[in-house]
């Protein structure tokens, strides 16, 4: 909503009318005179003090009523006048009634007409009708153009400016014109700068505006702003101060500010909107039952308030308001979800907080099975976008223990409102809830950053791999997670560059799923502790194509962990493994090692190809500036894997350290 500090206006009036009262006792008849026939000049007023109205001759019906409209009719040159036509009706109580016509002639002002002072000392008037107030006229006549240029006789600009004022007086129906000057002594000439300014009342996040609208005379006007624009309107601004240096056509400066107030230092209602465990939660929505009543409403980022709106009427009452939000549906849930809600169902260990219960229910049916586990695996796999019976995220009031009871289901403590009488009302909080997020794992924005899912830092378990290349010259990897025999459940995803199948796989189908663009999803957990065999690899990925780039990583899209026993829960790095029983046959150097910007390869025997990987498994271009010798000088710092192919088609691998 944006507030108008002062309004200019230009009406053109076709029609008018006006009316009179009056009272006879006099004859039968009715009987008027009308208005006779008058000139005018151009900006005169036409009310009835100039122009006259009927005169009742004859009146015995009682109370007289005059009424009139007026036609009007441009001249054109050479006439140089107007015409309008004014249509009396009179009647009186009885009904009896007269018409009758006035025609005025509006004469056209000429050149000759216009006196301007030739020396005048003045104060610049604060309604800005300055050229008016020098010609003592309307600037906008018809028959006549009236235009002017300034210039500095003294090259300041401090009071009083001294401004040569040189008039051009042009006839529009003739090549006659006339050229006056004024020698301006002017005080007040700060006020020259005054504008009229639209600016937003109750800035949402970064949609306030300020728009600068020119009304003296000294123009054109440049702006500089402290945002860095240079533009008579700002756009797309937050709350704050804006301080802008205006120069006019004489290079003269003026600095303004100007202010954006925040919608919830103004709203009439307004709140947070907060987990269980405090983060912030910015819905997608707000909605009202009766929008009409709505004159601005603002979800915001980052404010005290979180949710504002301001009232047409803001009279004590109840009401009715809710939020949504379908985003973001796997923040805060987890295969660590899956597994608690698992141990709950079985016994093992019961949710303590009812928030828990509702939560789990991911089908809304007020009832914790298996089938709301499948649904959270389900959106955890990549299966389904989004919950499918219920919104991701459910908005709550705050004193939801003071209803509740065993049968009160997540909808009858959901936020509908409230009753406010007293206003403004900027206290009205709103608890919110992540279906999924059973554990209150979710941690939102604070009042710097946008919202993240950001779990408590886990220390980190490698999760090992092998490339190895099969007999048709696809490739094979090896997935390993070692020294661990049993686990109570892991999730992981992994963006592959293509087409593949698993194979060797020690985790059950059902908590495995393969996307469309080649990612590896998984959620495993059934709330028993999961054996893992250690010799054998955890699932071996087999592509179906020849490929030599094997560019493969962790996927974001989940937080790849694994669950131990002792509840430690542990992230997931992707980690190569090699073959220590080739690398140690020392037929094969690099040297330097470490090194900081190129090595050379040592070795007896011929190999025909030498590939690097990062640590996540990234292939790295290298340059051999000549045979055996390698520039590496743009990587940074790390340690890189190589593998070299033999002639015989053997592999030899190791490492590189590049330290500089």
């Known amino acids: 909503m944006k507030r108008k500090l002062k309004l200019l206006s230009f009406c053109t009036y076709i029609i008018c009318a006006n009316i009179l009262y009056a009272n006879s006792d006099s004859g039968q008849a009715l009987e008027i005179e009308c208005a006779p026939t008058i000139t005018v000049t151009e900006g005169s007023k036409l009310d009835s003090a100039t122009t006259g109205w009927p005169k009742i001759i004859n009146n015995t019906g009682g109370t007289i009523t005059v009424s009139y409209f007026d036609v009007y009719s441009k001249g054109k040159c050479p006439a140089k006048q107007d015409q309008v036509t004014r249509f009396f009706t009179v009647k009186n109580s009885l009904g009896d009634q007269q018409r009758?016509?006035?025609?005025?002639?509006?004469?056209?002002?000429?050149i000759?007409?216009?006196?301007?002072?030739?020396?005048?000392?003045?104060?610049?008037?604060?309604?800005n009708v300055f050229s008016a107030l020098l010609l003592n006229t309307n600037q906008n006549l018809a028959s006549v153009q009236i235009t002017f240029k300034d210039s500095l006789l003294v090259k300041r600009c401090i009071n009083p400016m001294r401004i040569l004022r040189t008039w051009t007086v042009k006839d529009l129906c003739s090549p006659a014109f006339r050229t006056l000057t004024t020698n301006l002594t002017l005080n007040g000439y700060e006020d020259s700068f005054a504008h009229d300014v639209l600016s937003t009342d109750g800035v949402c996040n970064n949609d306030g505006s300020i728009e600068l609208i020119a009304k003296g005379e000294f123009g054109p006007y440049n702006y500089k702003w402290n945002s860095g624009d240079s533009v008579a309107t700002l756009y797309g601004k937050p709350a704050g101060s804006?301080?802008?240096?205006?120069t006019d056509r004489f290079n003269c400066p003026s600095i303004r500010l100007y202010f954006l107030q925040n919608i919830g230092e103004i709203a009439d209602v307004g709140g947070r909107i907060l987990t269980k465990n405090g983060?912030?939660?910015y819905p997608d929505s707000l909605l009202f039952n009766d929008q009409s009543n709505i004159t601005n409403s603002c979800i915001s980022r980052p404010q005290v308030l979180q949710y504002a709106f301001n009232l047409k009427k803001n009279n004590p009452g109840y009401y009715a308001y809710n939020f949504r939000k379908l985003k973001d549906p796997l923040v805060g849930t987890s295969t660590k979800d899956i597994l608690l809600i698992q141990k709950h169902i079985l016994g093992v260990q019961k949710f303590k907080d009812t928030l828990s219960i509702y939560a789990a229910d991911a089908l809304g049916n007020h009832n914790v099975a298996g089938s709301d586990i499948v649904e959270i695996r389900k959106l955890i796999l990549g299966v389904i976008p989004n919950f499918t019976k219920v919104d991701p995220w459910a908005f709550i009031r705050t004193d939801y223990l003071s209803v509740i009871t065993p049968n009160t289901t997540l909808k009858e403590i959901g936020f509908k409102g409230s009753n406010i009488t007293l206003f403004p009302k900027q206290n009205i909080d709103v608890l919110v809830l992540k279906i999924g997020d059973v554990d209150f794992s979710y941690k939102?924005?604070?009042?710097?950053?946008?919202?993240a899912d950001v779990r408590s830092q886990k220390n980190e378990m490698p999760l090992k791999y092998k490339?190895?290349?099969?007999?048709?010259?696809?490739?094979?990897?090896?997935f390993f997670v070692e020294n661990i025999q049993s686990i109570e459940g892991l999730?992981?995803?992994?963006?592959?560059?293509?087409?593949?199948?698993?194979?060797?796989?020690?985790?059950?189908?059902?908590?495995?799923?393969?996307?469309?663009?080649?990612?590896?999803?998984?959620?495993?957990?059934?709330?028993?502790l999961l054996s893992i065999e250690r010799a054998k690899p955890l699932f071996t990925i087999q592509f179906l194509e020849p490929n030599n780039e094997l560019n493969f990583s962790l996927s974001r899209r989940i937080d790849s962990e694994i669950y131990l026993p002792n509840g430690n829960d542990q992230a997931l790095v992707l980690e190569r493994k090699y073959d220590q029983e080739i690398a140690l046959l020392n037929e094969f150097y690099l040297l330097p090692n470490p090194t900081s910007s190129y090595f050379t390869v040592q070795s007896k025997l011929e190999f025909h190809s030498l590939r690097f990987f990062s640590e996540l498994g990234t292939e790295l271009k290298v340059i051999e500036e000549s045979k055996g010798n390698y520039n590496i000088s743009g990587w940074s710092n790390g340690i890189y894997f190589y593998t070299a192919v033999l002639a015989n088609g053997k592999q030899i691998s190791g490492k590189l350290i590049v330290e500089k």
């Open 444 to 451: 939102g924005s604070n009042f710097q950053t946008d919202e």
């Open 112 to 127: 000759n007409f216009i006196r301007v002072p030739k020396d005048t000392t003045i104060l610049y008037p604060l309604n």
């Open 279 to 281: 983060y912030h939660v």
């Open 491 to 528: 999730q992981l995803s992994i963006n592959f560059p293509s087409a593949w199948k698993i194979i060797n796989s020690q985790i059950a189908e059902e908590f495995i799923y393969r996307t469309n663009d080649h990612q590896l999803n998984i959620s495993w957990s059934t709330g028993e």
């Open 242 to 246: 804006y301080q802008v240096t205006m």
């Open 467 to 478: 490339i190895y290349t099969n007999a048709d010259q696809t490739k094979s990897i090896d």
């Open 100 to 110: 009758c016509t006035q025609i005025i002639t509006v004469k056209h002002i000429d």
